[in-house]
């Protein structure tokens, strides 16, 4: 019985690895999309070629290549973590203030321009949720930014 715990345990591990390897790569392929670095052609063979080395990891129960895959995903994020760090100062929170309201007056061209200015994406936080609109409250659909 305990054998049968434990490849269970095995199996199940191997499936949240893979799912977090999967989400990781995906989040990673979706911030720089958003961010303009990668045309989707290029992203698609990145989330390709990313896929095609986890199926090699697995198949080859090779644990230092997917710990080596994990420590490039985590730099990665960790630089990512500090270009939004580096994003948190004054004169950029009164341009959000501003791009929100003009939002929120149904102002998207000058909104777009600030969020162009501040180089920002959804994905920085500076939509603010403000990608669906609300009118008398209720919401209408999606904001053109």
């Known amino acids: 019985m ?10 199940s591990f191997l499936a949240l690895a893979l799912f977090l390897v999967l989400t990781i790569g995906i989040s990673s392929a979706s911030a720089q999309v958003l961010n303009g670095k990668k045309n989707n052609s ?15 990891i697995f198949e080859n129960n090779d644990y230092i290549g997917w710990q080596n895959l994990m420590e ?4 990665a994020m960790e630089q990512r973590i500090q270009e939004l760090k580096n994003n948190i100062n004054q004169e950029n929170f009164s341009k959000m203030v501003e791009m929100r ?3 929120q007056n ?10 162009s200015e501040l180089g920002a994406t959804p994905t920085m936080g500076f939509d603010f949720g ?8 209720l919401k209408r659909g999606f904001a053109p930014l």
């Open 101 to 103: 309201k003009l939002m």
């Open 72 to 75: 490039e995903k985590v730099k």
């Open 106 to 115: 149904g102002e998207y061209e000058k909104a777009k321009e600030i969020r």
């Open 2 to 11: 305990e054998q049968k715990n434990k490849k269970i345990l095995g199996v």
């Open 42 to 56: 290029e992203m698609r063979q990145v989330w390709n070629e990313g896929r095609v080395a986890m199926d090699s």
């Open 130 to 137: 403000m990608r669906s609109f609300k009118i008398n409250g």
